[in-house]
């Protein structure tokens, strides 16, 4: 099925030190073809996350999200679709300031997955559903430590995705104070807390190494093995990030994301996950407990 749908000022605006080498030494603009493959789609804020295809002399292959002004846009756009269309780049000397998309081509692939699966296939990388096996991989935590999500095989994970130099309250330090919440709650029954963790992962390794997040979970109060912080190289975020629908883009001094956090059962598998950071603690909570208990029968 082929449509054409006018998306005006779906704007994304990217951190400083996003350059392009070889760009002109004043303001200019730029039309580049985008395509890609929608992945995730949130109609409430207006955000539709593309995995698109490189685009020479502006960026690699990446995924990224696309916030729209014209929501009701979003109604007919599904994960799995096939996009292309004209992306408008603006450029201050050889830094990217703006990003347009105008003008969307959509394909919708004939698949045998309804209307809004969330596991449609995207770029070769399906979304989880609840009931499946989160990917295994590797983190290095902030005493140093190798630390795979299997060695936490028989305990509650509840992840989440954070980095700690984070400049928006709403984004890590909202996640940060949540997962505090949490650590104190759980903490008040030993019993629990022995068969709960909680892990928050930074997907900036280039500055997050572990005597900083050693540093930053003083400041959070996040005391091992309860609450443990950890990083992981880019190759090992690739393993998890796709099926989790986590999108970041680094830059040198922000990183654009989203936030995803996880529940995971004891058998290593995908309970709940929560896009954005509107969850409830006491809502969460309910559904580690209620895992806890059924381990316990």
Same mark, same amino acid.
């Given at each position: 099925? &082929?449509? %054409?749908?006018?998306?005006?000022? /779906?704007?994304?605006?990217?951190? !400083?030190?996003?350059?392009?080498?070889?760009?002109?030494?004043?303001?200019?603009? %730029?039309? *580049?073809?985008?395509?890609?493959?929608?992945? &995730?789609?949130?109609?409430?804020?207006?955000?539709?996350? @593309?995995?698109?295809?490189?685009?020479?002399?502006?960026?690699? &292959?990446?995924?990224?999200?696309?916030?729209?002004?014209?929501?009701?846009?979003?109604?007919?756009?599904?994960?799995?679709?096939?996009?292309?269309?004209?992306?408008?780049?603006?450029?201050?000397?050889?830094? @990217?300031?703006?990003?347009?998309?105008?003008?969307?081509?959509?394909?919708? =692939?004939?698949?045998?997955?309804?209307?809004?699966?969330? /596991? #449609?296939?995207?770029?070769?990388?399906?979304? $989880?559903?609840?009931?499946? $096996?989160?990917?295994?991989? /590797?983190?290095?935590?902030?005493?140093?430590?190798?630390?795979?999500?299997?060695?936490?095989?028989?305990?509650?994970?509840?992840?989440?995705?954070? *980095?700690?130099?984070?400049?928006?309250?709403?984004?890590?330090? #909202?996640?940060?104070?949540?997962? #505090?919440?949490?650590?104190?709650?759980?903490? /008040?029954?030993?019993? %629990?807390?022995?068969?709960?963790?909680?892990?928050?992962?930074?997907?900036? =390794?280039?500055?997050?190494? =572990?005597?900083?997040?050693?540093?930053? !979970?003083?400041?959070?109060?996040?005391?091992?093995?309860?609450?443990?912080?950890?990083?992981?190289?880019?190759?090992?975020?690739?393993?998890? !990030?796709?099926?989790? +629908?986590?999108?970041?883009? =680094? +830059?040198?001094?922000?990183?654009?994301?989203?936030?995803?956090? !996880?529940? @995971?059962?004891?058998? +290593?598998? $995908?309970?709940?996950?929560?896009?954005?950071?509107?969850?409830?603690?006491?809502?969460?909570?309910?559904? #580690?407990?209620?895992?806890?208990?059924?381990?316990? %029968?």
């Amino acid at each position: 099925m &082929k449509r %054409r749908t006018c998306v005006v000022a /779906a704007m994304l605006s990217l951190v !400083a030190g996003c350059g392009v080498g070889g760009g002109a030494k004043g303001p200019s603009s %730029r039309t *580049y073809p985008l395509k890609g493959v929608v992945r &995730k789609v949130d109609i409430a804020s207006g955000e539709v996350t @593309i995995s698109h295809e490189a685009i020479p002399g502006v960026m690699s &292959k990446m995924t990224m999200p696309f916030f729209l002004k014209d929501k009701s846009v979003l109604e007919d756009v599904r994960p799995g679709d096939e996009v292309e269309g004209p992306l408008r780049v603006d450029f201050v000397g050889d830094r @990217i300031e703006d990003m347009d998309l105008t003008d969307l081509t959509v394909t919708r =692939p004939s698949t045998g997955d309804p209307p809004g699966s969330e /596991a #449609a296939t995207t770029s070769g990388v399906t979304a $989880l559903r609840p009931g499946e $096996l989160v990917p295994d991989f /590797a983190v290095t935590t902030q005493d140093g430590s190798r630390l795979r999500l299997s060695d936490l095989r028989g305990k509650v994970v509840v992840l989440t995705f954070v *980095y700690t130099r984070c400049p928006s309250p709403e984004f890590c330090p #909202a996640m940060d104070a949540k997962f #505090a919440e949490l650590a104190r709650r759980i903490s /008040a029954s030993p019993a %629990r807390s022995d068969r709960i963790r909680l892990l928050s992962v930074s997907f900036d =390794p280039d500055h997050d190494t =572990p005597e900083v997040l050693a540093a930053h !979970a003083r400041r959070r109060g996040a005391r091992e093995p309860l609450w443990t912080f950890a990083v992981a190289s880019f190759p090992e975020l690739e393993k998890v !990030a796709g099926p989790l +629908g986590l999108t970041f883009i =680094p +830059g040198t001094r922000e990183i654009e994301h989203n936030i995803r956090t !996880a529940v @995971i059962g004891p058998d +290593g598998r $995908l309970v709940r996950l929560e896009p954005g950071g509107g969850w409830d603690v006491a809502d969460l909570l309910g559904t #580690a407990y209620s895992l806890v208990s059924k381990a316990g %029968r």
